[in-house]
């Protein structure tokens, strides 16, 4: 398993952006699919993104598509979430999650590692 670290997390004014990073430990980091999800207070734990292993696919929520972006640096063991056009929705704890399937992403279900969670808090 890989061990996940997240940051890139604030505070910032409905409109505004955010990047959010996920460092992961291990050398095996290129043959995991990534996902983002996110937990807002008293709420589930929701999808928000999803990356293939070789960054050739990707998979979003209805509700950030066109806003987020998630993207991967193999080289350097990290997959990115860009937030633009935040809102106040959009405030939750973030985590990255790493599996081998990106199709369980697609289909809702992520079984693998996570990390510890970001905040992020936008204001209105």
């Known amino acids: 398993q890989v061990q996940l670290v997240e940051s890139g997390g604030g505070l910032v004014q409905a409109g505004g952006s955010l990047r959010l990073s996920c460092a992961a430990s291990?050398?095996?980091?290129?043959?995991?699919?990534m996902g983002w999800f996110r937990q807002a207070p008293g709420k589930e734990r929701e999808f928000v993104a999803a990356?293939?292993?070789?960054?050739?696919?990707?998979y979003y929520a209805d509700s950030v598509k066109g806003r987020f972006t998630i993207s991967r640096d193999n080289a350097k063991n990290t997959v990115y979430l860009q937030m633009n056009s935040l809102k106040p929705e959009d405030t939750a704890v973030y985590y990255c999650?790493?599996?081998?399937?990106?199709?369980?992403?697609?289909?809702?279900?992520?079984?693998?590692?996570w990390g510890q969670g970001t905040q992020v808090t936008v204001s209105s």
């Open positions: 291990g050398r095996t980091f290129s043959t995991y699919a």
């Open positions: 990356i293939s292993w070789n960054g050739g696919s990707t």
């Open positions: 999650n790493a599996q081998r399937s990106y199709g369980d992403y697609v289909g809702g279900r992520a079984f693998g590692s």
